[in-house]
């Protein structure tokens, strides 16, 4: 319960009413390795580029605004098949097996993962196709990593031959192949290629589905079935989808959107729809005077950096990187808060000064209720007054439909969004402490409740490393962040450098 309450707060924050996109090219550079024959497979992430080279064996890191050499990680591999991909987490994962067309059969190392912040690569050495022989056959290019590979993350791996999607998964940097399996999909067809990838996303309404993206075919939106062991898929279409590699799925502005290519194939070209949709979003056109892809790739893919904006990075192997910005206006800020009470079953409801409602206090800046104590099971709301003498009452979304949110042990010291919703419900007694916080430029406020009164902002370096680390919207990491901010972590606002 705990994950998807804290992505329905997550995506609560980006839904909003229909507005204009703006899709603003930021950077361009044709300063990247010009050989595509060495240089296929990249990926945009933290202000850059990375890209493998198949021949020197060499992971390359390139500046997004000027296109200069960040850093350079070594794989020990020559002439490895050039699959580079990264897990959510942050983590690189490559392929450096030396087989073409690249069976994965043997006990032999076929990946590197080098985990955040390190130069240090880990050795993965399995044999996936071990029990599923006749899966084997050449794969190309890998999709995103669902997870964090330094826990738990699964890659899902389609190869020319697949009659499936093999699960791949990986447990504290090590394939677990007691657990590789084989996931049919009913309701489409897979028409597999060599380079038929699989990316993991979660719509606005915070579900976890899956995009397969085959070249030569309609992509395929894929949910798990209720026993998880294998894929209800549903093919949709895209306006003007070309038969290149790159896409990428998303949320953003309170819609799923798709990064795709599109015609003219191995061209540049590129748009962003909804699943289905009749128009683009946004469409960028051919830009004349590159060379033509023949290796059948334009690699696209986006970070939401957030509520009204997100990162576009497109790698074309050979020509050039860009980036771009998608951009939706901020909205206006809500009213402030700057007083607030909680009332409830402890105090039967009462608003009234005198009626036992408990009063937020200004500590430090923050509004704070310290010294709460709650049956379990009591039920309580935040109210704010109004202008007009009245009282604006505030709750949680009631995301299961029960009629409450639930704030059990697993939600202490996470943001819980506030909004015009149901009556929050204690699940243990105790003494607490509620503080209120803003969650974005837009006025949005969210919810802390602890059973700890250390709410201190602490500043730490970005080589320690723990878990339970959670955005300012809710929405929880797979270990430390990379990018510096503030954070929610094991109940402590932190900053990272």
Known sequence: MKKFLLLAAFFAAFTMSAQEFTLTEVTSTNNVPTDKANNRQGFGMDGAFVVMDKVLGQINA???EDGSLIG?????????????TRDEAGNIIARV???????????????????VGSNTPIDVE???????????????FFGFVEGNVMEEGILWLVTAKSTGILKVPFVEGEIDGDHIALFPIDGAALNPTSST?????YTVDGERRYMLWTRNAQPIDLVMNEDEDGFIGVNFTLPNKGATNGCFPFA???????LYTTLPNYGNAWAIAEKGADEPIAFVSEEAGFLTNGFQCNWLNAEVVSPTKAIIYQYFPGNFFKTYELTLPEEEPNDEITEAY????????????????VAFEDVDGVLTADGVEFEAGAEFKVIVPTEDGGWTWLGGEDANGVGYFLINSDL??????????????????????LKIFELDKAGNYFLEVTESENTAIETIATDKVDNNWYNLQGVKFNGMPSVPGIYINNGKKVIVK
Do not use: H
């Open 197 to 201: 990838v699989v990316n993991p996303y």
């Open 342 to 357: 909680l009332v409830g079953s402890f105090n039967d409801w009462n608003q009234g000064e005198g009626g036992g409602r």
């Open 62 to 64: 390139f500046n997004a």
């Open 412 to 433: 202490m010291g996470a943001p819980i969004t506030l909004c015009d919703g149901a009556n929050f419900r204690m699940e243990n007694a105790g003494t607490f402490t």
């Open 126 to 140: 399995a044999n996936i196709f071990a029990d599923f022989e006749a899966e084997n056959g050449r794969c190309d």
């Open 252 to 258: 953003f502005g309170g819609k799923d959107l798709v």
């Open 72 to 84: 350079t990680l070594e794989t020990g591999a020559t002439a490895s098949w050039p699959a580079i």
């Open 97 to 115: 097996d030396n087989s073409w067309p690249g069976s994965f059969m043997g006990d032999t190392v076929i990946m590197k993962i080098f985990p």
